[in-house]
């Protein structure tokens, strides 16, 4: 028997018609390298690539194994895939018995959707598991060198979407317009001067610094510090194209001592 063939009776095999397993990989805010080990063994694994609009090119490429990539979900307010033909796709390739990675920007259990595939998967009986990835508050702190929490500032931080599926999203703003309260802000651009009514009508404090990531961990990244009275101009001026979060109550760390912020601000 030819050595090539003894090899493939050694592999494993999966029976054909077992589903395979469904993976939701967090993909990160950008930067390949903020991948984890393991999100990055389950991309070389996978036999189909499901992959949001907001991975980038660099990281979908790392399933060098995969036989089919499908891009789904949206960019920003542009066109998007209906969440049932997610959820299609995502059953009837690991009913197919591929390894289907759905690859998700940053976390996948923030603002992702997540709970509705799960459920997709559940009533198809179709195993899965969940691989972290880094949130883009993660990488937008990171960015600006400040921490989600701090003693002596905040015990607590609350993570808001400035969108939910029936427009400009509602919370406490009361609490959130106390002093030193922090929040990361997702998706929060067009709901700039909303939020700003808000929190002014709650009490905050106009001059309570307000700081909007773009891009963050990528190499086209920017940061814009700002206040909460400037901060729908600020926006409106700026006009960020990309993903794009806002973090209530941080102002940037000095900039002498930060070297990202001092690329920035030169
Ligand atoms: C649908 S949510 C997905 C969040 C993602 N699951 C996470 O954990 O980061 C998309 C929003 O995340 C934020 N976002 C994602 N990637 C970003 C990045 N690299 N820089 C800044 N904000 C980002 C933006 O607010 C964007 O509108």
Do not use: C
Request: proline content about 6%; glycine content about 10%; hydrophobic content about 45%.
């Amino acid at each position: 028997m030819p050595l090539k063939q003894i090899i493939a009776n050694l592999r494993p095999k999966r029976p054909a018609r077992l589903p395979g397993l469904v993976r939701f990989v967090g993909a990160g805010p950008g930067d390949p390298d903020l991948l984890t080990l393991k999100a990055l063994r389950a991309l070389q694994e996978a036999d189909v690539v499901i992959h949001d609009g907001l991975v980038s090119g660099d990281i979908v490429r790392l399933a060098t194994s995969a036989l089919k990539f499908i891009p789904v979900g949206k960019k920003g307010f542009g066109s998007h895939t209906p969440q049932e033909t997610i959820n299609a796709h995502i059953v009837e390739n690991a009913q197919k018995g591929y390894n289907v990675v759905r690859l998700k920007g940053g976390d996948p259990t923030v603002f992702a959707r997540l709970d509705e595939e799960i459920e997709a998967l559940e009533t198809h009986d179709i195993a899965y598991d969940i691989v972290p990835g880094i949130t883009a508050a993660s990488a937008s702190l990171a960015t600006i060198g400040q921490s989600l929490t701090k003693r002596g500032r905040n015990a607590s931080a609350r993570i808001l979407t400035g969108h939910d599926m029936k427009g400009f999203a509602d919370h406490d703003w009361r609490a959130l317009a106390g002093s030193g309260e922090v929040a990361a802000i997702y998706m929060g651009k067009r709901a700039a001067r909303f939020i700003q009514g808000r929190l002014l009508m709650h009490g905050a404090a106009p001059e309570t610094p307000v700081t909007v990531v773009e891009n963050a961990s990528r190499a086209d990244q920017t940061v814009l510090a700002t206040t909460l009275l400037n901060l729908p101009d600020a926006v409106e001026q700026a006009n960020p194209t990309g993903p794009a979060l806002m973090l209530w109550g941080l102002a940037p760390r000095d900039a002498a001592t930060h070297p990202v912020l001092k690329q920035e601000l030169a």
